[in-house]
């Protein structure tokens, strides 16, 4: 039997508030009982993950005193320590407390306004001090049910004031500090500003230090916006905004599911990992997904060592596909060079401009030529499936 047990190379991470999920929604309470950080910490380190991921929250309730914090830290940094799991990323949490029902940084009320930066630069000294290299901004309230209620483009002109301002606290705070920008097209809000990865990547460049931010896309919040996430990876990617990842599923046109990873659309997954290993992406992969409502805590385990071995699967078959001798011929073929061709590209010139236009072309030749995607496409499906 192959191994698909998990190595420290993924750099597997799970936020606790994931594995920590207590199975709630919207017409149900909690299902399984509460597990403190510690306690989720030991959950992972068992099941083999790498680093665990927190909301200042999810660590450190918001009404703690001191010395309650001080003692869940202790508690937490035993468990670290203990497992060898380490924390990559922070966040924070600016949309369970009901001074968020109207966003954070692009509140109307300034006093809110000002409290998200507050909290913020507080989770930044609590992710910095457990070694968070990594700071994701998630906006999850920050949107509108009804856009009589805030000008759009005062929403985005809010959320630039506010990056800026934290990108220059990390700055003299000297923390060695990245920020990593998810965007969600809906859900806790009606529709949230900024709400797909390619929204992102242009907020970014308008920011003053746009070499600190980059993205954290997510597989669910492009499928629930209909998009091929993979190409927004990529994008990402290559322009060197891929900070972080957040890897789950999720079916198109659905309530927000955070499914285990691979478990909905494992083609897609699939062309994701491979994306992935081809370019040896060298962040976390991080899950952020949680169990099905039905489980008891061995069912959580299940669910985390199910997204961790999915991954390990599909990144084998993405090696077999690489090394597919019929597969990577019809690639060959299909991307092969033409010489004649080679003169009309790169850099413009009025020569080549000029070249270019006097040159015929068959269209009915070159369109009559087949690209053999269906034998491409069930290679894959037979590989996936492992009948090949
Ligand atoms: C969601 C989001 C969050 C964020 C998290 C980290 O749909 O609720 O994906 O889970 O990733 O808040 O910032
Ligand atoms: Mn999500
Ligand atoms: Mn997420």
Redesign the pocket.
């Known amino acids: 039997m192959p191994d698909y047990s998990p190595t420290p190379v993924q750099k597997f991470t799970f ?1 606790l ?1 994931t594995v920590g999920n207590r199975g709630a929604d919207p017409f149900g309470s909690a299902t399984r009982e509460h597990k403190t950080p510690a306690e989720l910490v030991y959950l992972l380190g068992e099941v083999g993950a790498y680093g665990v991921n927190f ?1 200042d929250n999810d660590l450190i309730p918001i009404d703690a005193t001191p010395a309650e914090a001080e003692a869940i830290k202790k508690d937490f940094r035993k468990a670290l320590s203990d497992t060898g799991l380490v924390v990559p990323m922070a ?1 924070t ?1 600016l949309f369970s407390d009901p001074i968020f029902k109207d966003g954070a940084f692009t509140s109307n009320d300034p006093k809110v306004r000002a409290y998200a930066l507050q909290k913020t630069m507080k989770a930044m000294d609590l992710g910095v001090e457990f070694g968070a290299k990594i700071y ?3 906006g ?1 309230r920050e949107g509108t049910e009804t856009d009589s209620s805030k000008s759009a483009v005062g929403a985005i002109q809010r959320s630039r004031e506010a990056m800026n301002f934290l990108c220059e606290y990390a700055l003299d705070q000297k923390y060695d500090l990245k920020f990593a920008l ?1 965007a ?1 097209p809906n ?1 806790p809000r009606g529709d949230i500003y900024n709400p797909t990865t390619g929204h992102m990547l242009a907020f970014i460049a308008t920011l003053d230090h746009p070499e600190m931010v980059g993205v ?1 896309p ?1 597989v ?2 492009e499928h629930m916006a209909g998009i091929n996430f993979m190409h927004g990876v990529a994008q990402a990617w290559e322009a060197g905004k891929l900070f972080h990842i ?1 890897l789950n599923d999720q079916y198109p046109g659905r309530y ?1 599911q ?1 499914l285990r990873f691979g478990s909905r659309d494992v083609k897609a997954a699939f062309y994701l990992v491979k994306f992935l290993e081809d370019v040896e992406y060298e962040g976390s992969r991080h899950f ?1 997904a949680h169990a099905y409502r039905t489980e008891d805590f061995c069912g959580v385990k299940d669910f985390a060592r199910g997204c961790m071995r999915t991954y390990m699967i599909l990144r084998e078959k993405a090696a077999q596909f690489n090394a597919d001798p019929e597969v990577q011929s019809i690639l060959a073929e299909i991307n092969a060079a033409d010489p004649a061709m080679t003169p009309f590209f790169g850099k413009y010139s009025p020569e080549k401009a000029a070249a270019l236009k006097a040159q015929p072309f068959d269209r009915a030749a070159i369109s009559q030529r087949g690209l053999k995607y269906e034998r491409l496409d069930q290679l894959t499906i037979d590989i996936l499936t492992g009948t090949r």
């Open positions: 936020g508030w909301h966040t949490n994701v901004f998630w999850g998810e969600k859900e954290n997510e669910a919040h957040d927000d955070d952020d």
